[in-house]
C-alpha cells in the first residue's frame, strides 16, 4: 500500500501541536497564605527516607491518567501535607518548566484557607513545612551557578554506525539558583520556579 499525500495533509489538519518525544508530566501547587501580615509561600522539605532528601520543594508529583494538571497538585497537596482541595482557593494555572531529564512540570496558583495550619499533616515523605514571605524573594537575588551537565557516552554504538569516536556532542548546561532562608536551602527547580513566578506576577 502506497503512501497517500492527502492522507498526510488530511492528518495534519487540525491536529494539536506536541513536543516531539515522550515528557514524565509532573505537576505541583504553589501554595500562598498570609503570616503575621505577609503574603507567603509554603514549602516542604522531603523526608530522609526518599529520593533527594531533605530538598526544599512546592507540594506536587507525577500526573496520573485522566488527571488535569490541577487536580494532580491538589490531590498530591492533600497526600503530602494534609490540605483538601475544598480548602484551596485555586487562582489558576502558572507557567510549565521543560527540564533537562524528560520532565514537563506543571504549575497551579492556589490560596490556602485561614485555617491551613491546623490541618496541616504531613505524610512520610515530607519532614518539615514551612512559610518564605514573597518579599523576601523580592528583595533578594538568588545566588547563581550555570552548571554543565555531563555527558556520559560510554556504551554508546560509535562503531556500529560509523560515528566518529571524538564525535563532539552538544554541552547542555542547567541554570541554578540558590536562596537560604531561616536555616532551609532553596534551590534547584523550586528556586527556578520561584524565581519566575516572583519575575512574572509581582
Not at 515530607?126 to 557516552?153: C, H, M, S, W
Not at 519566575?196 to 509581582?202: E, G
Amino acid at each position: 500500500m502506497s503512501i497517500d499525500l492527502n492522507e498526510i495533509k488530511d492528518k495534519l489538519k487540525d491536529r494539536p501541536v506536541g513536543v516531539i518525544g515522550d515528557r514524565k508530566e509532573y505537576a505541583v501547587l504553589l501554595p500562598l497564605v498570609e503570616v503575621d501580615g505577609e503574603v507567603s509561600l509554603v514549602f516542604e522539605v522531603r523526608s530522609k527516607d526518599i529520593r533527594q532528601p531533605g530538598d526544599v520543594c512546592f507540594p506536587g508529583g507525577r500526573v496520573e491518567k485522566g488527571e488535569s494538571f490541577e487536580e494532580t497538585a491538589l490531590r498530591e497537596t492533600f497526600e503530602e501535607i494534609g490540605i483538601p482541595k475544598e480548602k484551596v482557593e485555586v487562582f489558576g494555572p502558572f507557567d510549565a518548566m521543560l527540564e533537562v531529564n524528560r520532565i514537563r512540570m506543571h504549575t497551579t496558583v492556589g490560596r490556602l484557607s485561614d485555617d491551613w495550619e491546623s490541618l496541616i499533616k504531613p505524610d512520610s515523605e515530607v519532614a518539615e513545612v514551612f512559610t518564605v514571605p514573597l518579599q523576601f524573594f523580592k528583595d533578594n537575588e538568588p545566588d547563581y551557578y550555570r552548571g554543565r551537565i555531563i555527558q556520559d557516552d560510554e556504551g554508546f554504538p560509535y562503531e556500529k554506525h560509523g560515528i566518529d569516536p571524538n564525535y563532539r556532542w552538544r554541552d547542555a548546561y542547567q541554570d541554578l539558583y540558590f536562596w537560604h532562608y531561616d536555616g532551609h536551602l532553596i534551590w534547584g527547580l523550586t528556586a527556578a520556579i520561584t524565581l519566575w513566578f516572583v519575575h512574572k506576577i509581582l
